[in-house]
Nanobody, 122 residues
Framework: QVQLVESGGGSVQAGGSLRLSCVAS????????MAWFRQAPRKERERVAT???????SYADSVKGRFTISRDNAKNTLYLQMNSLKPEDADMYYCAARDGDCYSSERFYNYWGQGTQVTVSS
């Protein structure tokens, strides 16, 4: 079992930055694909970025060049650095994990955090 706890959400003006963190429990953290998803009310959960155990990353087109996903295996922590934030980035952000390869669809992920809210004002 893996437990995920996100933090770092908040309110920021357009053009600003936030860094989200996700602390994972469990001793096989380094072998998991880690991902960030986001979800607006009444919409499906959208993949933002994934980070494979190999270090390979993947990003949604809408965040490429602005967001960076990274992990610190010694701290069992996943990060999402978000720069040049836009009002359309405002969502609930979720950390997710699965054992093995990364996928863009939420249905492949077994473990989820409770979410952290990001608000961006114009």
């Amino acid at each position: 079992q893996v437990q995920l706890v996100e933090s770092g959400g908040g309110s920021v003006q357009a053009g600003g930055s936030l860094r989200l963190s996700c602390v994972a429990s469990g001793n096989r953290y380094s072998s998991y694909c880690m991902a960030w998803f986001r979800q607006a009310p009444r919409k499906e959960r959208e993949r933002v970025a994934t980070l494979a155990p190999t270090g390979s990353t993947s990003y949604a087109d809408s965040v490429k060049g602005r967001f960076t996903i990274s992990r610190d295996n010694a701290k069992n922590t996943l990060y999402l650095q978000m720069n040049s934030l836009k009002p359309e980035d405002a969502d609930m952000y979720y950390c997710a994990a699965r054992d093995g390869d990364c996928y863009s669809s939420e249905r492949f992920y077994n473990y989820w955090g409770q979410g952290t809210q990001v608000t961006v004002s114009s």
